[in-house]
């Protein structure tokens, strides 16, 4: 009777969830911990409205925007301290029967770095980049729909928080991080690990396909006037790529998912290996999503270098046209060679032949735009500012990363390289040396745009060079240890392999890289501290793009008056006209969203929805669905959402703007 | 409240004008987002339609004139929701509240007959369990279902809205958008009817 009431009330939920081994268990207490520090140290200031207003109701893609990066920064934070866990296990090899991680454990690990590393800090990176920049590059104040960026961010947020929630209670995925099954049903995989990725992609997912719908309206009908498609910057180029490809590829993840959710769930056969189900299905179709899911990633980091390259050469970007016809190419063939991710798989030699060319096909515009990169830079007065760096670093670390990729391209060596270190090496190439390296240069380059100030150049030179050289020491190694035959996922070896000392080299590697991203934290404090000292105006690189046209930091409104476009590089033909000081001779009323509550709660009650589902709560998951519900008919009927800034305060704040 | 220009008002009117125009391409998006996943789900089915694993095929279970009775009835309510779109339109209000309700009905009967059927598979022992092609079919369909079931509780909220207040061009924008949703659903039942049952009774 009372075990019933129980599994009403808790579902499969019991108090021996809540036990971990120690190094889990001391990673939940730290979350815990940090959690509560926070919440005290909100209130003991009195923040908690401050808190409210200013930024978990706010629908300014400026705040939503931070919001963005300081969730990935943490997030990337615990995916690097995992990566840490699973080096040393490699280098420690069980020395002495000393052993740091069970297999499970280890497993567990590298299936959570994963997909940590990808869903929320490298998207929730580019999503916090986007609604910073886009925008304001555009001419705009505003995205699409703003009430739509508040609901997606949250529910960015809300798979943040589940995927941490192994930490505390339940276990995470051991399954990989994109779950192949039959691992990863329910009759090899019965806990809670799976369901908890299912769910944290799932409802992240929905966000970020929201999210892509609403940039993608925004960079077609909100630029400024004059701004034609072929006048737009790079960025906002590669930005329409990638969401694009998001409007196409994410909901084929979200099916995906759901059906995995269903085999687990009632008992469907789609995946499972009796019953006339395909695990092949499976595998096509994450790929399906998978791998246009790279070029969403690295199509925003490609735009920031662009920007970047440009503005540090002194020069407008070369071979804008075939910039843009490569990212157009890019979008469409990313979607006809996924099956180059299990070429070993048995499809036949017909369609490996296929997918095989079409990869190496698509190499041809990366490598377009690797050269208009050169190109800009030849014969131009080029800064070795840290943004700069980052750019060539990437050019490095990437071409290496695409040429390895070419290599894998070919079937018949694929066989050899699949499943091997080999392609770890490869993609950590073009996810870190590609993507990370890219955020960290746009952090750089437009940081002192939202504060006022500059980051610190000579600790962010010094990150620089330790994240490089760490890079390489790290993934050269596995480069050279997948030629030997080691596998990926690997926790132990047999020592008369001989492959310690370059797995002692990578775990050297990572620590190096481990002190980047201290000089990092460093810098960024630094700099805040130094404040005065590093504050500058609002054009501190000599720029050539829109967002650069506005106060610094942006006024709520952006621009008092939009701008109105004439050619590509708009802020620099600005300059060039000395237009940059002008004003107009009266404002209007601006019109900006209100503040709304709704996007939090959505958020809130889809985590509780996907916390009640891996735990089989069913009376929790109809409350938090029919919350959701409800409100988004009262979010999605309200009509009086916009409030007005009257002309005259605009008048004064640029006045006053204008005289400090 | 403060005393607006009229140049102002014409450009706030613009501005809603914009607002709306964007809302409508949004949801057009949104659709053929909608449209790949609906693809990713027929692409499940026909990957699994051999999988029977020794249970019935789609021939076996398939009822035709119930599905085509099922199908007219849909087909019948985008054609109300087109003339409840229009009676808005015109500003005859009872008369598009008319229409919506007739139909909401359409509607309820149509997920009313579709639950009977999976009631009736399911009775027979023929649930998503038993092999991988009902599990795709049960997928698929019920999606559409769920689709629907959301466009009427949307339609709901819309008729609602439309009987307490006065009808704004909010609300015409968001009845367009409705419309534009039912017929979407309208297409993607006439594939399912195609693929599914009637490519599936001739096997």
């Not at chain 2, 007739?102 to 369990?129: C, K, N, P, Y």
Request: glycine share 8%; net charge neutral; with cysteine.
């Amino acid at each position: 009777m009372i075990d019933q009431i129980m599994q009403t009330l808790f579902g499969r939920l019991t108090p021996q969830d809540f036990v971990h081994d120690p190094i889990m268990a001391g990673a939940g207490i730290a979350m815990v911990g940090a959690l509560i520090l926070a919440i005290a140290a909100v209130t003991f200031f009195k923040k908690w409205k401050w808190l409210w207003q200013n930024w978990i109701t706010s629908l300014d893609p400026k705040k939503i925007g931070i919001m963005y990066i300081i969730v990935s920064i943490i997030m990337l934070l615990r995916g690097f301290g995992d990566a840490l866990l699973l080096r040393a296990q490699q280098v420690v090899n069980d020395a002495n029967g000393v052993e740091i991680l069970s297999s499970d454990h280890f497993q567990q690990i590298f299936s959570a770095h994963g997909s940590i590393m990808i869903f929320f800090v490298a998207m929730g990176l580019v999503f916090g980049v986007f609604n910073l920049i886009l925008p304001q590059q555009l001419g705009s104040r505003d995205v699409a729909f703003p009430f739509l960026n508040s609901v997606s961010f949250w529910l960015f947020f809300a798979g943040m928080i589940i995927i941490n929630m192994p930490l505390v209670v339940g276990e995470f995925s051991n399954a990989g991080w994109l779950a192949y099954p039959p691992l990863s049903g329910l009759q090899y995989n019965p806990g809670t690990g799976v369901d908890y990725w299912i769910w944290s992609l799932q409802i992240a997912g929905i966000g970020s396909l929201l999210s892509g719908i609403n940039f993608f309206v925004t960079i077609l009908k909100m630029r400024a006037p004059g701004m034609g498609l072929m006048k737009m910057p790079i960025f906002a180029w590669s930005a329409l790529g990638s969401t694009a490809l998001i409007m196409f590829a994410f909901p084929i993840l979200t099916v995906t998912l759901a059906l995995l959710s269903l085999d687990r769930l009632i008992d469907t056969n789609f995946f499972t290996t009796t019953l006339g189900g395909s695990a092949m299905l499976y595998i096509n179709l994450i790929w399906a999503w998978g791998h246009p899911e790279v070029y969403i990633l690295v199509l925003p980091a490609f735009g920031i270098f662009s920007e970047v390259v440009a503005t540090f050469s002194g020069k407008k970007l070369f071979g804008y046209t075939s910039m843009v016809l490569a990212i157009i190419a890019i979008t469409i063939l990313s979607f006809t060679v996924w099956l180059h991710h299990f070429f070993t798989m048995g499809a036949g030699a017909d369609v490996n032949t296929f997918f095989g060319i079409m990869t190496m096909i698509i190499a041809i515009p990366t490598g377009v735009k690797v050269f208009n990169w050169i190109f800009t830079m030849y014969r131009g007065r080029v800064r070795f500012t840290t943004p700069m760096l980052w750019f060539m670093g990437f050019i490095v670390t990437f071409t290496i990363g695409g040429l390895t990729g070419v290599m894998m391209s070919v079937p018949a060596a694929d066989f050899q390289f699949h499943n091997s270190l080999f392609l770890v090496a490869h993609f950590h190439n073009m996810i870190v040396g590609g993507v990370l390296f890219g955020v960290f240069a746009a952090f750089t380059y437009w940081f002192p745009k939202f504060t006022g100030f500059m980051l610190n150049e000579r600790l962010g030179k010094m990150a620089f060079w330790s994240w490089l050289v760490g890079f390489i020491l790290a993934f050269g190694p596995l480069y050279i240890l997948g030629f030997m035959g080691a596998i990926r996922r690997m926790d132990h070896y047999d020592p008369s392999l001989g492959w310690q000392g370059l797995f002692i080299v990578a775990g050297v590697g990572i620590l190096f890289m481990g002190l980047g991203v201290l000089f990092q934290l460093a810098q960024v404090a630094y700099s805040i501290w130094k404040r005065k000292e590093h504050a500058v105006g609002p054009d501190p690189w000599n720029a050539r793009t829109l967002e650069w046209a506005t106060a610094t930091p942006p006024a709520e409104y952006v621009f008092a008056t939009i701008p109105t476009v004439t050619t590509r590089d708009a802020f620099w033909q600005m300059k060039k006209d000395h237009k940059t000081n002008d004003r107009p001779e009266h404002y209007e009323d601006i019109w900006l969203p209100k503040n709304r509550s709704e996007g939090f709660i959505v958020g809130m009650a889809a985590l509780v929805f996907g916390a009640a589902v891996v735990w089989h709560i069913w009376w929790l998951l109809i409350v938090s669905l029919l919350i959701v519900i409800v409100v988004l008919v009262v979010a999605l009927t309200r009509d009086d959402t916009e409030k007005r800034i009257p002309a005259e305060e605009i008048a004064r704040e640029e006045l006053r703007r204008a005289t400090v | 409240m403060s005393h607006h220009s009229p140049i102002v008002d014409i450009s706030r009117q613009k501005a809603e004008q914009e607002t709306l125009q964007r809302k409508s391409i949004g949801f057009w998006i949104y659709l053929m987002t909608d449209c790949v996943l609906f693809a990713t789900l027929f692409a499940v089915f026909a990957v699994l339609r051999p999988g029977t694993a020794g249970g019935p095929s789609g021939a076996d279970i398939f009822d035709l004139p119930f599905v085509l009775v099922e199908t007219m009835v849909l087909l019948v309510s985008s054609f109300t929701v087109g003339l409840g779109l229009l009676a808005a339109r015109y500003g005859y209000k009872r008369q598009a509240i008319a229409w919506l309700v007739v139909t909401f009905l359409l509607g309820i009967t149509f997920l009313v007959m579709e639950i009977s059927e999976f009631r009736h598979l399911i009775a027979e022992g023929d649930g998503w369990q038993r092999s991988a092609f009902l599990s795709s079919y049960f997928t698929l369909v019920a999606t559409h279902g769920l689709h629907i079931a959301v466009g009427l509780l949307w339609m709901l909220v819309v008729i609602i809205r439309l009987i307490r207040f006065n009808f704004k061009h909010t609300d015409l924008g968001r009845l367009s958008l409705l419309s534009l949703f039912w017929h979407f659903l309208d297409v993607i039942w006439i594939f399912i009817f195609s693929i599914v049952y009637l490519m599936g009774s001739l096997s």
